[in-house]
């Protein structure tokens, strides 16, 4: 986390150098209260990046992004395996940690407007494959569902429509596929 994102969270109506002062501080008593638990380990738990801070820098932790590109990669192999049921498992199971944008608490940041932009690619191509795979499955319902969340992820993809509309017409429902097709 950046140290300017710590500042206006706690201390944003402190002079700059109070409020560097103060995550200063509040880092040294995190780092003691941590070696105090965890003897020889503690202090390496928290480190400084430049002007941002780390927290379990070697740990084994992942995060819900790598879980998230670890399903996709689980499923990418089970399509070539041949194995359907299992791709479709892989994507559901993506799609469920895919929460929104990529590090909301950084705003707009440039440098990150990229990673954003490839997560919510990744993350409407699987749902749109998931809703074609249900379709095939003859499970319509579901498709339908998964096909309009490609749609809501990214509403610029235009195979998502196609498939939410092919989705619609499968439940027998054209109204709905006709409102899909003029949106």
Same mark, same amino acid.
């Given at each position: 986390?950046? *140290?300017?994102?710590?500042?206006?969270?706690? =201390? +944003?109506?402190? !002079?700059?150098?109070? +409020?560097?002062?103060?995550?200063?501080?509040?880092?040294?008593?995190?780092?003691?209260?941590?070696?105090?638990?965890? !003897?020889?380990?503690? @202090?390496?738990?928290?480190?400084?990046?430049?002007?941002?801070?780390?927290?379990? !820098?070697? #740990?084994?932790?992942?995060?819900?992004?790598?879980?998230?590109?670890?399903?996709?990669?689980?499923?990418?192999? #089970?399509?070539?395996?041949?194995?359907?049921?299992?791709?479709?498992?892989?994507?559901?199971? +993506?799609?469920?940690?895919?929460?929104?944008?990529?590090? !909301? %608490?950084?705003? #707009? /940041?440039? =440098?990150?407007?990229? %990673? @954003?932009?490839?997560?919510?690619? #990744?993350?409407?191509?699987?749902?749109?494959?998931?809703?074609?795979?249900?379709?095939? *499955?003859?499970?319509?319902?579901?498709?339908?569902?998964?096909?309009? *969340?490609?749609?809501?992820?990214?509403? =610029?993809?235009?195979?998502? =429509?196609?498939?939410?509309?092919? /989705?619609?017409?499968?439940?027998?429902?054209?109204?709905?596929?006709?409102?899909?097709?003029?949106?």
């Amino acid at each position: 986390m950046h *140290r300017d994102v710590i500042i206006g969270a706690r =201390w +944003a109506d402190l !002079p700059e150098t109070s +409020a560097r002062h103060n995550v200063h501080v509040a880092v040294s008593s995190l780092r003691t209260h941590l070696e105090r638990i965890l !003897p020889g380990r503690g @202090r390496q738990l928290l480190i400084r990046d430049g002007l941002s801070y780390v927290f379990a !820098p070697k #740990s084994e932790s992942v995060t819900d992004l790598q879980k998230f590109q670890r399903r996709l990669a689980e499923a990418t192999q #089970s399509r070539h395996a041949g194995d359907r049921t299992t791709q479709a498992e892989a994507l559901r199971a +993506a799609l469920d940690l895919y929460v929104d944008e990529v590090l !909301p %608490a950084d705003g #707009s /940041a440039e =440098w990150l407007l990229p %990673a @954003r932009d490839r997560h919510r690619q #990744s993350a409407a191509e699987a749902s749109d494959l998931l809703a074609r795979l249900e379709l095939d *499955r003859g499970h319509v319902a579901e498709a339908v569902h998964v096909a309009q *969340r490609s749609v809501e992820i990214d509403p =610029w993809r235009d195979a998502s =429509w196609r498939t939410l509309i092919e /989705a619609h017409r499968a439940a027998g429902d054209p109204a709905s596929a006709e409102r899909a097709k003029r949106q």
